[in-house]
């Protein structure tokens, strides 16, 4: 059941094909937040986009969130369609009780926001099991043990959210 939706559109108009979700039997990376420009979702799907051919096997990068008709800056479909970018999935806004057989699924949490005071969703996401990529500020910075637990990054920092996805 697609949930996810394109700018001015309604929930499930974002769908795919069967043959579209085989890289989800591979690496499978996860980011959960609304669609506010803090987020820096542009920049982690150009990151993934960028990072992709670096990875030894098939990967994909499911996005969940974005409030169905809430968004700032550009949309990340907009971003996927922009860049080309393959293999990038909008799961849609799911509620809290559903998010944890998503987390379940994945692989690595990647939560590129600069501005987190405390980054709840990545302690959910690690509590699940999944290490978590996060900006080097706030919430994350004291959450996350870099190399142990997951990494943390520089805020706003293109290529170094490249690397640590690798």
């Not at 974005?66 to 971003?79: L, Q, V």
């Not at 005071?117 to 080097?136: D, K, R, S, T």
Request: hydrophobic share 45%.
């Amino acid at each position: 059941r697609p949930q996810g939706w394109l700018p001015g559109a309604e929930p499930g108009s974002v769908a795919y094909r069967p043959e579209d979700l085989v890289p989800l039997a591979g690496t499978v990376l996860l980011s959960a937040s609304r669609f506010t420009e803090v987020k820096r979702l542009p920049m982690l799907i150009e990151a993934f986009a960028t990072a992709r051919p670096r990875f030894e096997g098939p990967a994909a990068l499911v996005i969940l969130g974005g409030y169905p008709g809430e968004w700032e800056g550009e949309h990340p479909a907009e971003t996927i369609r922009r860049i080309g970018a393959r293999d990038v999935f909008l799961a849609g806004w799911h509620p809290h009780e559903e998010l944890p057989a998503f987390f379940n699924a994945g692989d690595l949490f990647v939560h590129p926001s600069p501005n987190e005071q405390f980054g709840q969703v990545i302690v959910e996401a690690m509590a699940c099991g999944l290490p978590a990529i996060a900006a080097a500020r706030g919430g994350p910075a004291h959450i996350l043990e870099d190399g142990r637990t997951g990494w943390l990054i520089p805020p706003n920092a293109p290529h170094a959210l490249q690397d640590a996805i690798v």
